[in-house]
Nanobody, 124 residues
Framework: QVQLVESGGGLVQAGGSLRLSCVAS????????SGWFRQAPGKEREFVGAITGSGDTTHYAAVVKGRFTISRDNAKNTLYLQMNSLKPEDTAVYYC?????????????????WGQGAQVTVSS
């Protein structure tokens, strides 16, 4: 089982950048794919992006592609989400998660372990 602790959220102006980190404990972090999701007030949790355990494949939601980058450092058991050109509509609680599959996964039901969430607020 993997435990996930997120950090790096905060308040930023539109057009700015933030980097979220997600530190994992447990031996299986680098085995399975990981992902980032977000949930805005009154909305369902939505897929942001995912990365394989080795880090060789990534996939992004269309609304963040070209602005957000997912990476991982397995030696540090850490997953990252670099967010650039932020928009007010990116405001949400962001969650990291680890799946039980090797390939990238897009649905929250395919993820077993979740972080506590990090608030990202983008002001206009």
């Amino acid at each position: 089982q993997v435990q996930l602790v997120e950090s790096g959220g905060g308040l930023v102006q539109a057009g700015g950048s933030l980097r979220l980190s997600c530190v994992a404990s447990g031996r299986t972090f680098s085995t399975y794919s990981s992902g980032w999701f977000r949930q805005a007030p009154g909305k369902e949790r939505e897929f942001v992006g995912a990365i394989t355990g080795s880090g060789d494949t990534t996939h992004y939601a269309a609304v963040v592609k070209g602005r957000f980058t997912i990476s991982r450092d397995n030696a540090k058991n850490t997953l990252y989400l670099q967010m650039n050109s932020l928009k007010p509509e990116d405001t949400a609680v962001y969650y990291c998660a680890v799946s039980r599959y090797y390939g990238v996964r897009y649905f929250s039901r395919e993820y077993d372990q979740w972080g506590q969430g990090a608030q990202v607020t983008v002001s206009s």
